[in-house]
């Protein structure tokens, strides 16, 4: 009696999240027919092209054929690109793709390749915060918990059917990079879980997603960087932890702009008015800032231009901000010291 064929998996990905899925994939021995990724990118000072983190692990470990094409509508802007890489694609015969923040839209021909269809690893529990950048959105909205959906593809923006989802709760100190590191883990074994029902002949349950709870979750643009410090400091302290790796939430002095890397909210210093964006407090505790409807925001670590990431006390060595201090808030231009 013959054995079954193993399940052949084809993946789209470029990011890190995606790459710790393809590496537990590729640990857990099925075999990767052909890696997706997006075309290598100029990066650094230098503007050298750096492969993904998704082509880098897929070139280490022998995985391929790895195509990398900038569009796969073979009616857009890249049709050869397009065409080449389903071409391609459709020859390696795929019985599942897996897809993971691979940024490029799957069109319906690519979608309807593999023989049971296309899995997309979504980092939040759907249907809140589909779109590009669900973890820095969830901590921003000061939400209690996401998590990870795993959904069957369709032509919609994340709104296929939901396979499986698994929440974790966002704890007070995590940061979009804890909270990435978290949930690229958990996508990484739920994805094999259901590779592994899939080999063995068992389909998922698909339920669809409810229409009540759909948020979006635009893509993180530096010009949000900027704290607004009329806004309330539980608002700006939960932006801080969201904008933490990328962008990174600043304050301006003067022509200076501060990077603040963790933050908490506290209440005024003063029982005494302060516009919002002075300065109440500096010290090795933080830089205690005023901010909206009388609270105030410690900022415990901060960056100045060209510098390092510093606990409060070295940053004021090397740039007291002494009481009094003015940050910019919107519509007053850049604050003097």
Not at 116 to 128: A, E, F, K, V, Y
Request: with cysteine; hydrophobic share 45%.
């Amino acid at each position: 009696m013959s054995q079954a064929r193993p399940l052949r998996v084809a993946f789209a990905g470029t990011p890190e999240f995606a790459r710790v899925a393809l590496e537990a994939i590729h640990a857990a021995g099925f075999p990767i027919v052909a890696v997706l990724t997006q075309p290598d990118r100029p990066a650094g000072r230098g503007l050298q092209l750096h492969a993904s983190p998704v082509k880098q692990f897929a070139a280490a470990s022998g995985l391929g054929p790895v195509l990398q094409p900038r569009s796969l509508r073979r009616q857009g802007k890249y049709p050869e690109d397009a065409a080449a890489a389903i071409d391609a694609l459709a020859g390696t015969a795929p019985d599942v793709m897996v897809v993971a923040a691979y940024g490029l839209i799957l069109p319906a021909e690519v979608l309807a390749l593999p023989r049971l269809g296309c899995l997309n690893i979504h980092g939040s529990l759907l249907p809140r915060w589909r779109g590009a950048a669900p973890i820095h959105r969830a901590i921003e909205a000061g939400d209690a918990e996401t998590g990870i959906t795993l959904m069957q593809m369709d032509e919609g923006l994340d709104t296929g059917d939901m396979l499986t989802r698994a929440a974790v709760p966002i704890g007070p100190d995590d940061t979009t990079g804890t909270l990435h590191d978290t949930l690229a883990a958990l996508g990484a074994r739920m994805t094999v879980a259901a590779l592994q029902e899939l080999a063995a002949g068992r389909a998922l349950p698909a339920t669809p997603q409810p229409a009540e709870g759909v948020t979006y979750a635009e893509k993180i643009a530096k010009d949000e960087a900027p704290l607004d410090l009329r806004r309330p400091a539980a608002a700006l302290a939960n932006q801080v932890r969201a904008f933490n790796p990328f962008p990174g939430a600043t304050v301006q002095v003067g022509d200076t702009v501060i990077k603040c890397w963790q933050a908490v909210p506290l209440a005024a210093a003063s029982s005494l008015p302060h516009p919002p964006g002075t300065v109440l407090a500096a010290d090795a505790a933080g830089v205690l800032i005023a901010c909206g409807e009388g609270s105030a925001l410690q900022v415990t670590e901060l960056q100045k231009p060209g510098g390092r990431r510093q606990p409060a006390q070295q940053f004021l060595q090397a740039l007291p901000l002494p009481p009094g201090t003015r940050c910019a808030v919107p519509g007053n231009g850049a604050a003097q010291a």
